[in-house]
Nanobody, 114 residues
Framework: QVQLVESGGGSVQAGGSLRLSCAAS????????MGWYRQPPGKQRELVAV??????RNYADSVKGRFTISRDHANTMYLQMDSLKPEDTAVYYC?????????WGQGTLVTVSS
């Protein structure tokens, strides 16, 4: 099985930056795609960014040009968030797809003030 542990959330002013991390452990060789979702207050969870095992990246239109997803050889995934806006305020969840099962991180809160 795969376990995910997130870190890096916090509070920042609009225009600032944060970097989220998602460390995978366990059966990491079985991981295919990884990515990030977020859930703004009172809204549904939405996809933010995805990175495949081959390094292909996709982003939601709302974060293109501001967020960067990456993944290192130690199977830690990152979400670099620049030019943050108040509408980026949400709980951010990482996930990993492993053997047709989606595993989730515990979530980390990002608050962007105007």
């Amino acid at each position: 099985q795969v376990q995910l542990v997130e870190s890096g959330g916090g509070s920042v002013q609009a225009g600032g930056s944060l970097r989220l991390s998602c460390a995978a452990s366990g059966s990491i060789m079985s991981i295919n795609a990884m990515g990030w979702y977020r859930q703004p207050p009172g809204k549904q969870r939405e996809l933010v960014a995805v990175i495949t095992s081959g390094g292909i990246r996709n982003y939601a239109d709302s974060v293109k040009g501001r967020f960067t997803i990456s993944r290192d050889h130690a199977n830690t995934m990152y979400l670099q968030m620049d030019s943050l806006k108040p509408e980026d305020t949400a709980v951010y969840y990482c996930y990993a797809d492993s053997k047709s099962v989606r595993v989730w991180g515990q979530g980390t809160l990002v608050t962007v003030s105007s």
